[in-house]
């Protein structure tokens, strides 16, 4: 029987996540957060009163064994001038199949039966009003997803507006895993919206399973500037409440100085450096290798490199 692997996330970072570990001999539940509410995804959330369906799209595309162009074709942009236009494919499908099933999970399902997906996409919420709050470090409250990103300000504290109803399906999966995966990504945006509510901490707090979080290359603007490593551990600690990560996979790539220097002008993003002191003093193990390629001038996690690390660290048991 294979080991079952939950992992939390949202955006691009469990995407790539996924197309590597989808390949390995794991049994994978990925857990969406579905509280964004920009471009298309918020436009639909407006008109039909849903929740978020942008990184779900993302997630059942990096897992499906489907032909190329189909995955493009569910990735698709319109690039118009009518209503269409910057509206994903994939929202568009899987919010009709809500409106017709009144059931987000339902509709996953059925689109992951479709597009051959032999593993679990589930949404943290059935939750249509699910919405992200902040608060800086100066007392602002910021009220949306979208809004907390643009904003650039450095987070004191996330929340939701409501207290969420947590899918029992997500609760089950943390219940029964072998391993639960932080993924990469924006850590206020994609990684804690998963586990800001009781339901879930409370659900880590009683799971033997080790926690494990792959850290993020660059810093985010504003919400994670100077983070080291260990910050991020810390941050993800405070939030996780009972429990504190096992394990950390970090990359120690020699990041080229022009694509740095790219990063640093044009979005205002430095590489996150491994500070092996303080990681040690939190007791988390960590494992580090050379994960970082290039594509199209942009950093991206070795996908297949990476969830090798996670597949070794899971069979040692």
């Not at 407006?46 to 995955?71: C, H, M, Q």
């Not at 694509?259 to 494992?287: C, F, H, R």
């Amino acid at each position: 029987m294979y080991k079952k692997v939950v992992v939390f996330g949202g955006g691009t970072g469990i995407s790539y996540l996924l197309r590597g570990l989808k390949d390995f001999p794991v049994d994978i539940t990925a857990v969406i957060s579905v509280s964004d509410n920009g471009r298309s995804t918020g436009k639909l959330r407006k008109e039909f009163n849903t929740p978020a369906v942008g990184d779900i799209r993302k997630v059942i595309t990096a897992l499906s064994e489907i032909d190329e162009p189909i995955k493009q074709m569910v990735e698709y942009r319109f690039h118009t001038s009518s209503d269409l236009n910057g509206h994903a494919v994939g929202n568009l499908i899987l919010t009709s199949l809500l409106d017709i099933t009144g059931s987000l999970k339902s509709s996953i399902a059925s689109l992951c039966k479709l597009f051959d997906v032999k593993h679990t996409v589930l949404p943290f919420s059935e939750d249509s009003s699910l919405t992200l709050m902040a608060e800086d470090k100066d007392g602002n409250i910021i009220e949306g997803e979208e809004q907390i990103t643009e904003s650039h300000h450095r987070i004191k504290k996330i929340f939701y507006k409501e207290e969420p109803v947590v899918l029992p399906e997500v609760l089950e999966a943390i219940k029964e895993a072998d391993l639960i995966i932080f993924s990469m990504g924006s850590l206020y945006t994609s990684v804690l919206p998963n586990i800001i509510c009781k339901e879930v901490q409370n659900a880590i707090k009683e799971t033997t399973a080790p926690l494990m979080y792959l850290c993020n290359v660059v810093t985010q603007p504003g919400e994670t500037d100077n983070f080291t490593v260990s910050d991020h551990l810390k941050l993800l600690n405070k939030y996780i409440k009972y429990r504190t990560v096992d394990v950390v996979i970090a990359s120690n790539t020699k990041i080229d100085k022009k694509i740095a220097q790219k990063y640093a002008t044009e979005e205002q993003k430095d590489p996150v450096k491994i500070d092996y002191a303080a990681i040690n003093k939190l007791g988390t193990e960590l494992i580090e290798d050379d994960l970082i390629i290039v594509e199209d001038n942009i950093l991206r996690h070795n996908s297949l490199k990476l969830s090798a690390l996670i597949f070794s660290y899971l069979m040692r048991g």
